[in-house]
């Protein structure tokens, strides 16, 4: 009888490429009230390591074992990878269920390392890869013998062998009135019902899939639920079960090539505007945007220039991506004749459709747009590391209530302001250039707590007209104590009494007097 659906189950057992092939590794909780072993290799298991295992008595049992942090979202990350890996054996791959569920519902720390685990749907492809039972084994020499492989006509089926059938030799089973035989003597856990259905079956002396096969299904229904029922009838094939597949990765990508090749970088040029262009209407079609193009041009010597355009924000305006390639790619340095152009378009995101004429904040969407527009010219014109922009932070010590952060990257959109901390004053009281370093002014104030009546500052008297103040500033108590400016004047930080003063010029000046030295600073310039 020839088997018309098959699937197969892999059960992965990811290794950390920091560890040696024959030392064990362990991951284990991050907080210090959770140092217990989250997933253990199967060196470590044969040691006697399991889950929940506490770290040292652990590494106690699995002497020279590697220790590395349990983070389940990068080990779905990973699965994921190795899922689109899979898909050059099936165009149908998928992960297992509950973690598909729980990915989505961000509850991956809950998940047992039994669904760690990838499906493969191999209906009609036998004669792409032949006999199954030697592409299982050759599929397993790939994983470098570290997966657990089964196939069967049924997910359920699958399933239960690559988790509790034979470890070290692929599972096969040939047609769906094997799978009874096949799965008769694994534990009811192989069914994938919960650990109260499991317990409730073990009152009953029930440990074995072949002891529920022997049962009325009414009876099973009635005593331990449908669900048991339901588990049961999609191993055996009675009722399908669905699979959740992952999406086939798009390649956006265009190429040119030239015969005879171009000699003219006019014609480069051109040519480099016309392949934007069609990319990004293949990007459109798609409703899609890409904040990354890779250009890589091969001339007739064979010698390969490649640039990078990394963008602040998505776009698919032609006429702005124009403005900033052309003196890039004027700029770009390649001999000989053109013979190939390729561009592609990395980090694609969706792409939210606005129309602008109905919009209540047209004004503020082109201020939007213009923003992006001018941080995607500072990005691929000066690298998206050296610009950065100022942020508050809760400090109302002068020279520590700004910080500057990254202008791009995680924390860097647009509405960033709407996080930060709101200044315990108006911007305007302080002035518009804050020096790095406070610098030291002579003067002279009639009472203390009266501004200055002239300084002298950097070889020149200026006169003082008029004055406000004093406000003091004292240093944070619950701070560690800090210098004189973000240079560092190897001066701790005292009470200041600060003055806005205006000279005769008609500029204003914010001065202060240290309390501890009474000495007299200029601080900052209203410009």
Known sequence: MEVTRR?????????????????????????????TVQRCCQIAARCGVRIGTPLPLARAMAPGAH???????????????????????????????????????????????????ITLDMTGTRRLHGDTRAFASSFRALMSSSARIAVAPTLGAAWA????????????????????QAISLLPVQALRVDHKCAAALSEVGISLIGQLLNLPRRSLSQRFGKFLLYRLEQALGAVEERL?????????????????PLSSRKSVTIAIHH??????????????RSKLFLLTIHDSSGQTATKEFPLAAATDDISHLSEIIEPIVEGMSFFGEVHDVTLRAAQV?????????????????????????LMNAFAVRLGKARVSRAALTR??????????????GAGAGPNDSLHEPIAPYSLRERPSLLFAKPEPVTTIAMLPDKPPSFLLWR????????????ERIAPEWWSAPSAHGSQGAGLQLRERDYFKVQDDSGRWLWVYRDQGTLEWFLHGVWA
């Open 459 to 470: 070889g020149k008297k200026l006169k003082i007209i008029s004055g406000i103040g004093p």
């Open 349 to 373: 995101e969706d792409a939210a459709a606005e129309q602008r004429s109905l919009s209540p904040s047209r004004d503020t969407a082109a201020a939007s747009r213009s923003r992006a527009e």
């Open 67 to 117: 220790v590395e942090a349990f983070d389940p979202v990068r080990d779905c990350r990973a699965l994921y990878r190795l899922a689109v890996w899979c898909l050059r054996f099936s165009p149908l791959v998928a992960l297992d269920s509950e973690l598909f569920n729980a990915r989505t519902a961000g509850l991956l720390s809950g998940v047992s390392p039994l669904h760690y685990g």
């Open 7 to 35: 699937k197969l189950q892999l059960k992965s057992s990811a290794r950390s490429p920091a560890a040696s092939s024959t030392s064990p590794v362990l991951l284990s909780g991050t907080g210090s009230s959770d140092l």
């Open 244 to 260: 959740h597949t992952i999406a086939t990765p798009r390649s956006y990508r265009m190429r040119r090539t030239f015969e005879p």
């Open 395 to 408: 400090s109302y010590i002068p020279e520590q209530s700004f910080a500057h952060a990254p202008a791009f």
């Open 161 to 180: 062998l690559s988790r509790y059938g034979a470890p070290d030799v692929p599972s096969v089973v040939s047609s769906r009135d094997s799978i009874p």
């Open 275 to 288: 392949l934007f262009a069609a990319l990004l209407s293949q990007l459109r079609a798609s409703s899609k």
